[in-house]
């Protein structure tokens, strides 16, 4: 059954901490992406990645890293630079990156909660 | 910059009544539009994907409707069902450097 898989479903980072947050596809997808949801707004992007080996910062970068060194992984660190990482996280990922039909698939989320 | 905005944030309807859910955008070089479904606590799931080139896509109930000149989408879900409640968001691939750019969504609310 094919799609992408996000986990944990929610995680809770103590201040100060670092926490990896895991994104997994079997959709032979070529392109990743990672979203941050907040309440009454849209969503952000973060990082992206068009390639395997290959990432770029999306519009909010600050605070996040990321890998790509496998085609159908693409984990998200949130470090403690990130001042506000509560949030709701998604991952998407697409075939490719600038088709007319290219279409974005979205995993179930992680929610993030700071203690 | 590509702003996405829908109108309205919240909407409440009694079920059977056909549902009119409105998507704006500023900059009509989008390369195509896609709706999406969320339910709560959830990720989102495709609904509709239109190109830049099509006028409309359908599929069941749902009809999407794409005007690119006045920055302006409609998703049509016909004869609405409880089960149709959910955040519906709207987003636009961007022609210049091909990111999401994603609207705030509307809730919608189908009472039995």
């Known amino acids: 059954d094919g799609g992408i898989t996000q986990s944990p479903k929610y995680l809770f980072r103590k201040e100060g901490q670092n926490v990896t947050l895991s994104c997994e596809q079997n959709?032979?997808?070529?392109?990743m992406y990672w979203y941050r949801q907040d309440p009454g707004q849209g969503l952000r992007l973060i990082y992206y990645?068009?390639?395997?080996?290959?990432?770029q910062k999306g519009d909010i970068a600050e605070g996040y890293s990321v890998s790509r060194e496998k085609k159908e992984s693409f984990p998200l660190t949130v470090t403690s630079a990130q001042k506000n990482p509560t949030a709701f996280y998604l991952c998407?990922?697409?075939?490719?990156?600038?088709?007319?039909?290219?279409?974005?698939?979205f995993g179930q989320g992680t929610r993030l909660t700071v203690v | 910059k590509q702003e996405v905005t829908q109108i309205p944030a919240a909407l409440s309807v009694p079920e059977g009544e056909n549902l009119v859910l409105n998507c704006s955008f500023t900059?009509?070089?989008?390369?195509?539009l896609q709706w999406f479904r969320q339910d709560p606590g959830k990720g989102l799931t495709s609904l509709l994907l239109?190109?830049?080139?099509?006028r409309e896509q359908t599929s069941g109930r749902l009809n999407a409707s794409l005007d690119k000149s006045s920055g302006r989408s409609t998703l049509y879900i016909a004869a609405s069902q409880p089960g149709d409640s959910a955040t519906y968001l709207c987003?636009?691939?961007?022609?210049?450097?091909?990111?999401?750019?994603f609207g705030a969504g509307t809730t919608v609310t189908v009472r039995a």
């Open positions: 239109i190109q830049s080139s099509q």
């Open positions: 998407a990922s697409s075939i490719d990156w600038d088709r007319l039909n290219t279409e974005a698939f």
């Open positions: 987003a636009v691939r961007r022609r210049y450097d091909y990111k999401l750019s």
């Open positions: 990645s068009q390639i395997v080996n290959d990432f």
């Open positions: 959709l032979n997808h070529d392109a």
């Open positions: 900059d009509s070089a989008i390369y195509n």
